[in-house]
């Protein structure tokens, strides 16, 4: 390098400290960003206890008044997931998910075409499944919710609410479960597959 | 050192590291939350690093360079604005007249922000490479590109207004 490339190098990297440290001493002070930062990620934590404890609940529920019921009816039909009172009836070989298999709280292994999975988020990005036929979660920024049914061969439809748009890397759990057409669960993994017998995601239980 | 303590000593200069890389106040103060969020759910873990500083400021940076890759990112964004529910920049007049600052937004997303963590934190280049998770000579390497590429940009700007 020359002496006047030398001296051009210098006089760019001067210019550069002087510009981010004006650009930075015109930053106004951010007020409060602890307590906006303990209330973000209380309120994210609230959220997804509140929806495994509410699943959990469900579960426990629909649990209990299937197993009552296993003794009296050898022939119980199989439950959608919009009429949680109806018992469920466990089929461990049957490779569909039933409504009992898939409620609970379930988190992204595999999206098709979506690379970003391992990118932290503010929030986690989970989805459940609730009894009472209706589905929350986060895409990793903003909650989503909306409705699911399943039928007896784990026929899938879903529909979602609105959501807002905060910017991150949003996992596509909507855009999923609208391109799902069938549903299969073994209770620790959960599949989706669009109607062409395309696999569209693969979910595991979040704990 | 307490989580509150920590944010109330070095928030603000997450702030400003947000707003060097990505020369948008809106966008440094929610990356500075982002970061803050996320140091906060895992503080134990922060705690026990080396320089948790170092770690949030990873967080912050990593965030930053995540949010470039989303296809609808955009650096500045000049159509359709809410103008109801856009906030003024403070910080927008002051720098809008360096020519230089103009200059950084043309570069990509990771030769700023190793550009920033060189000039503006003073951090080695295999500092850089450990934030980034890149190798030391990918820093030289980027940094030299960024600094040709600001060097032939502020030329031609020269020549732009010697014509003019």
Redesign the interface.
């Known amino acids: 390098m020359s002496k006047t490339e030398l001296e051009t190098v210098q006089e760019l990297e001067e210019g550069l400290r002087a510009t981010f440290e004006r650009a930075a001493a015109s930053v106004p002070p951010a007020a409060d960003l602890a307590g906006r930062a303990t209330t973000g990620a209380h309120n994210a934590q609230r959220r997804t206890w509140l929806t495994s404890g509410a699943a959990a609940a469900a579960v426990a529920v629909i649990a209990a008044v299937g197993f009552s019921l296993h003794g009296s009816s050898e022939s119980t039909p199989q439950p959608a997931a919009g009429n949680p009172t109806t018992p469920a009836v466990s089929n461990a070989t049957a490779p569909s998910a039933t409504a009992q298999a898939v409620t609970g709280s379930w988190r992204p292994v595999e999206l098709d075409g979506f690379k970003a999975l391992k990118t932290a988020r503010p929030e986690d990005p989970i989805i459940t499944f609730n009894a009472d036929g209706t589905w929350v979660g986060s895409d990793g920024c903003n909650s989503l919710s909306g409705t699911y049914s399943i039928g007896q061969r784990g026929e899938f439809t879903s529909k979602s609410n609105g959501q807002r748009l905060v910017g991150c890397e949003n996992v596509p759990h909507t855009a999923v479960l609208q391109a799902s057409q069938r549903i299969v669960s073994d209770q620790k993994e959960l599949t989706f597959f669009a109607g062409d017998g395309r696999e569209v995601a693969r979910y595991a239980r979040a704990r | 050192m307490e ?2 303590e920590y ?2 000593a070095r ?2 200069e ?4 947000g ?2 890389i990505s ?1 948008d ?1 809106q966008r ?2 929610d990356l ?3 970061a ?6 895992s503080w134990r873990k922060v705690q026990r690093a080396d320089d948790p500083h170092h770690y949030v400021r990873r ?1 912050l940076i ?2 930053y360079l ?2 470039t ?2 296809r ?2 955009t650096e500045a964004p000049a159509a359709d604005l809410d103008t109801d529910r856009t906030v003024p920049d ?2 927008a007049d ?2 809008n007249s ?1 020519d ?2 103009r200059a ?1 937004a043309t570069l990509s997303a990771r030769e700023r922000v190793v ?2 963590l060189r ?2 934190q003073d951090l080695d280049d295999r500092t850089i490479a450990d934030l980034l998770g890149i190798k030391p000579s990918s820093v030289r390497a980027t940094a030299s590109r960024a ?1 040709a590429a ?2 032939k940009t ?1 030329q031609s700007h020269r020549v732009d207004e010697r014509l003019s």
Not at chain 2, 14 to 17: I, P
Request: charge should be positive.
């Open positions: 989580f509150e944010a109330s928030g603000q997450l702030v400003r590291l707003f060097t020369g106040y440094a103060e500075a939350q982002i803050l969020m996320q140091a906060f759910r967080i990593n965030s995540s949010m890759r989303r609808s990112f403070p910080a002051i720098v360096d230089l600052w950084l550009l920033v000039y503006y600094l600001l060097r502020r």
